[in-house]
């Protein structure tokens, strides 16, 4: 018998449904990496959603479904304690989580960090592309 595990994807069913509707099907199991690469291709088959769309909307979705696959848990940056960011995030610590870490949802497997920006994963999660791009931001207000 097949591996199997059930993944959520959401569509539109016509131009007259205004809700999302969840769908499932199955994929034969693969790694994390593979998932999130595969699920990735499906946003943009389905939504027309990049890889660096679904990170700037999408990504509570995303997550959420790469956790369906039986990857991890989905959390949000604030939801990271203080240990588990870089020294350069430490030392911003107070305005970085104020402004920024909960901007972000994303997916933590195995003591490293995933979205549809980084399937290859990161050891901490101000490494995600995400939040280069709020870092930086940041640093030229």
């Not at 389905?46 to 959420?64: P, R, V, W």
């Not at 030392?91 to 994303?106: K, M, T």
């Amino acid at each position: 018998m097949l591996n199997t595990r059930p993944i959520s994807i959401f569509y539109k069913v016509n131009e007259n449904c205004l809700a999302l509707c969840r769908i499932v099907c199955y994929t034969i199991g693969m790694n994390i990496t593979q998932e999130i690469e595969n699920l990735i291709d499906r946003y943009y088959d389905q939504f027309g959603l990049t890889a660096k769309k679904i990170n700037s909307g999408e990504c509570m979705t995303f997550a959420a479904d790469i956790v369906a696959l039986g990857f991890g848990e989905a959390i949000w940056g604030s939801e990271v304690p203080y240990d588990y960011w870089s020294e350069s995030i430490q030392e911003i610590w107070g305005e970085f989580l104020s402004r920024y870490a909960d901007g972000h949802c994303f997916i933590k497997y195995n003591d490293k960090y995933y979205d549809s920006q980084c399937p290859q994963g990161c050891n901490y999660p101000d490494e995600l592309p995400y939040y280069h791009g709020v870092c930086l931001t940041a640093k030229y207000r």
